[in-house]
């Protein structure tokens, strides 16, 4: 067994009723079990993360804790035999940056069923550019392609289509040969979407709340990562036979809808999660980004922080100011 090793974190603690990240040093024996230690060199930001470190306790119920849904990294040792010390690994989802200490530390220890080897072609920074919002974007648009999506449909909407998961979604369904309108309340961010595939970029308010229960069908699919109002409102605009696949909860979980656009134009309401699915699945979205799904686009475009620029980062995510693909470096 190594022995116990020093390492630096950025940690939320609960300070009289509010809550504050800082950079702190740690030791692997404060760790939660598991057979597989990890020394992280990078992370990514979700909005899952943000939640965590204002103190959302249907996110995370303890504190001190260290956020983090994404991590990717070397294997140090594992007692269950099957990584060798210095492979490489990825880990998302399950309950990393939960209740487990998470990616925005230097090192974490999970089971042995939560890693995935490294795919061909990729190194830790590349992995975390995608993380768990490209893995859910991926699968949204499995899903959508499952139900038989094809782009002689007619148009996907995107909607979010600025985010970490949106954005990598607009630019797999371009690739795909679909044409995608991408909802997005960031009207300074027009050129940006086009420049990854979307056709046509429209503001948010196409979703506002609209009384009629039915509108007109112009959309084929969708991909919703905002929940709340804005599902709503696409369910009533797809046409007959269409998918909507749903990720996401930045505008509210609740869905106030009606039967009409399931029973009148057979829409089908795709639930998407990325979090507790067999690795697999997983493995298999993986596979595809590393191959001929690559966003190249997304790539090249993805910022990276240190951890003394995380706080400011995740402020930003819950203030809906965040853009694109956010990658922690723990060597900045």
Known sequence: MTMNTDFKAWRVEEQDGSYVGSEQTLST???PEGEVLIRVSHSSLNY????????????????????????????????SGNLAPGTA????????????????????RVPAGWCVPMP??????????????????????????????????????????????????????????????????????????????????????ALTEEKKPMLKPVFGNAIDTVGGTPLAELLKQIKPGGSVSCCGLVAGP??????????????????????????????????KFSGEWACPKTEQSARDIGRSELDAALKAFLGGASVGKTVLHHSR
């Open 48 to 79: 899952k993360d943000a939640l965590s470190a204002s103190g959302n306790k249907g996110v995370t119920r303890n504190f001190p804790h260290t956020p983090g849904i994404d991590a990717a990294g070397e294997v140090v040792e594992d007692a």
């Open 29 to 31: 024996a404060d760790l």
């Open 89 to 108: 690994v990825l880990v998302t989802g399950f309950d990393l940056g939960m209740n487990t200490d998470g990616g925005f530390g230097e090192y974490i």
């Open 120 to 205: 061909s072609g990729w190194d830790a920074r590349t992995a975390m550019i995608y993380g768990t919002a490209g893995l859910t974007a991926g699968l949204c648009v499995q899903k959508l392609l499952t139900m038989g999506a094809e782009p002689a449909q007619g148009p996907v909407a995107v909607s979010g289509a600025s985010g970490a998961v949106g954005s990598v979604a607009v630019e797999l369904l371009a690739k795909l040969g679909f044409e995608v309108v991408a909802i997005s309340g960031k009207a300074d961010h027009a050129a940006d979407l086009k420049a990854l595939g979307a056709s046509e970029v429209v503001g948010r308010d």
């Open 254 to 287: 609740q869905l106030q809808t009606t039967v009409l656009p399931f029973i009148l134009r057979g829409v089908n309401l795709l639930g998407v999660d990325s979090v507790e699915i067999p690795l697999a699945d997983k493995q298999a979205v993986w596979g």
